[in-house]
């Protein structure tokens, strides 16, 4: 069987050499047995037809990105030379083959765990997992049986039955599995494996949970259907009487990345949450392009929301006039030194600039949108408070970045005070502080269940006084480091606010309606 190996002829391969272990130390294992870097000699497959497992142009390969889950930080897998490895899976049901090479196999004399690679595989896909070359060919048309696939025999219409379903164009669309069908959970299980290959710190969810649902975007008509990504997402409830949606896990696989299939998922999501009335749509610790993404959707939906055009034009409005009435920012700076912190920024090769944390007394957080917006946001297009907020500033940054320099620095400015307030304000005392967790009974799982809620108090000392705000650092080398992180900080967030305007205004130049007064 393939899983056992097929052993070749030897020669050639660079891979690590088996010296003479009369030579070397016990301690030197790594030296003197063989080993193959895991991304190297592993490749992934998606095939629908047994001609696919031949093709490499029409199932193209590609590596996995976080195989050291299975085979160690280092990645190596011991005991193999001229290792290959190739892992087939169906591109819509996720059964999987695995076909293992090797030029020669050595057992290692000393104390050291040789990975077997027979076992790894089937560590990885489970009950998904067909041994058997012959039998995967056989099986691969009959895959096609599954319940997600669209027969040519069959109309669109088919999916209907199943939950949501949206054209996107062509033969692209996007349907919604619901986890209490339990041929949807077998179906996840195959796909756990793609979850810990390809999501950083990614674990399966459990499916068990009525509550989640998977959206997947397929490609494609008949036998020629693809499954090209999916995104997970948890129905939390909100009280009174309405849903949040939560993205969980969000995958484009490798072959299909880059052709906008991500931001149709998050599209999909959103509309249901808008057509469900849900309270609103967040995100699971996404990653820095899944933000990116999440913003550059968020601000061209906003930039069609009129009332939300109109605030950022009084925004922008504002500060032009508060930069007028308050002259130059050095100048500022320097009558407030005592209170003023040195901060490096490179706006478009822009010069350094000596910032300010204090503000004019009357002056509103321009950084921060209207309370009223937040609401009707959050109500018409389902953004949640944080996130409007996030793009509020890149909103800010749009219609200002190419306005006079006195306008940009006092943007940088109100930018350093919010990172400061943000970072050094609060102590550790106060994280977490007004919140308490109550347990709550349900139909599916009562240990399962939870409700976190604001309690309003004031916290007091035992003289009954409030409680004093932490004293600001004396020390010198501690001051210079907290600007250091200011500085480091205030970069990272302009080359954050750069490349959400850069792809917003290439995408949708037609939307930014909003005057840039003075440009």
């Given amino acids: 069987m393939a899983l056992q190996g097929k052993k070749e002829r030897s020669g050639g391969g660079n891979d690590g050499v088996l010296e003479n272990p009369k030579r070397r130390k016990v301690g030197a294992i790594a030296d003197v047995v063989p080993f193959c870097h895991a991304d190297e000699c592993i490749n992934l497959r998606l095939v629908s037809t047994a001609g696919d497992l031949q093709d490499s142009e029409k199932a193209k390969p590609f590596p996995p990105e976080y195989s050291e889950r299975y085979f160690g930080e280092d990645g190596k897998i011991y005991g193999y030379k001229g290792l290959k490895i190739d892992l087939f899976m169906h591109a819509v049901t996720f059964h999987a083959h695995g076909d293992i090479q090797y030029l020669s196999k050595t057992r290692p004399k000393y104390e050291i765990i040789s990975l077997q690679c027979c076992f790894v595989v089937q560590e990885i896909f489970g009950n998904g997992l067909v041994e058997d070359r012959d039998v995967f060919v056989e099986n691969l048309s009959r895959y096609t049986d599954s319940f997600l696939y669209v027969h040519q025999s069959l109309s669109l219409h088919v999916l209907k039955s199943l939950s949501l379903f949206t054209v996107l164009s062509g033969c692209s669309f996007i349907v919604r599995l619901e986890f209490s069908d339990s041929r949807v959970r077998e179906w996840y299980a195959r796909m756990i494996p793609l979850v810990l290959l390809f999501i950083e710190g990614g674990q399966p969810i459990e499916s068990d949970d009525p509550l989640w649902e998977i959206f997947v975007a397929l490609e494609g008509e008949g036998p020629e259907t693809v499954v090209t990504g999916f995104c997970t997402v948890y129905r939390f409830y909100h009280y ?14 490798p072959p299909y990345q880059g052709q906008g299939y991500g931001f149709r998922l998050v599209e999909t999501i959103n509309k249901r949450a808008v057509e469900h009335n849900c309270y609103d749509v967040t995100m699971e610790d996404p990653s820095e392009r899944l933000q990116e993404l999440r913003d550059c959707m968020d601000v061209q939906r906003l930039l069609s929301f009129t009332p939300c055009v109109s605030a950022i034009d009084s925004a922008v409005s504002r500060m032009r006039t508060v930069t007028d009435h308050r002259g130059v920012c050095e100048d500022i700076a320097s009558k407030q030194l005592s209170n003023s912190a040195t901060v490096s920024t490179s706006l478009n090769g822009k010069s350094s600039l000596l910032k300010s944390n204090a503000t004019h007394k009357n002056e509103k ?93 004031r916290r007091e000392s035992q003289n009954g006084d409030s409680a004093p705000p932490s004293q600001q650092e004396s020390d010198g080398s501690a001051e210079e480091k907290k600007l250091q992180a200011l500085q480091d900080l205030l970069e990272e967030r302009e080359a954050e606010l750069q490349a959400v305007a850069d792809k917003v205004s290439r995408r949708c130049k037609t939307l930014l309606s909003v005057t840039n007064q003075g440009d």
């Fill in 240 to 253: 009174p009487d309405s849903t949040r949606l939560r993205i969980s896990q969000i995958l484009v696989l």
């Fill in 365 to 457: 957080n321009i950084l921060s949108p209207p309370v009223n917006l937040v609401e009707d946001v959050r109500k018409s297009l389902k953004i949640s408070k944080m996130q409007l907020k996030r793009c509020w500033e890149t909103l800010l940054f749009l219609q200002l970045q190419h306005s006079e320099e006195a306008v940009l620095d006092r943007f940088r400015e109100l930018v350093v005070k919010q990172l400061h307030s943000e970072i050094f304000s609060k102590s550790e005392k106060d994280v977490g502080h007004g919140k308490q967790v109550f347990d709550t009974t349900n139909d599916y799982d009562n240990e399962k269940t939870f409700i976190m809620m604001h309690i309003n108090h």
